[in-house]
């Protein structure tokens, strides 16, 4: 999510079914009280979950 990718981009890289990926982005969004992908890239961001810049940040 925090690199942009969509639904379908995500399941291509990741190789889960497209629905298990929406599946997975709708319970963290519900987990985190965020209403939007974006909303929850900012969190990540705030708590060290991701860094600008980087695709895999826990690679980096």
């Known amino acids: ?6 639904n379908g981009e ?3 890289d990741l190789h ?3 629905t298990t990926v929406k ?3 709708s319970s963290i969004l519900a987990r985190i009280g965020a209403g939007t992908r974006d ?3 900012a969190f990540a961001s705030e708590v060290g ?3 600008a810049g980087t695709d895999w940040p826990w690679l980096a």
Do not use: C, T
Request: charged residues 20%; aromatic residues 0%; glycine residues 4%.
């Open 10 to 12: 995500i399941a291509e």
């Open 23 to 25: 599946s997975h982005v």
């Open 1 to 6: 999510m925090a690199s942009g990718r969509s």
């Open 16 to 18: 889960p079914a497209e």
């Open 49 to 51: 979950l991701v860094r």
């Open 39 to 41: 909303q929850a890239v």
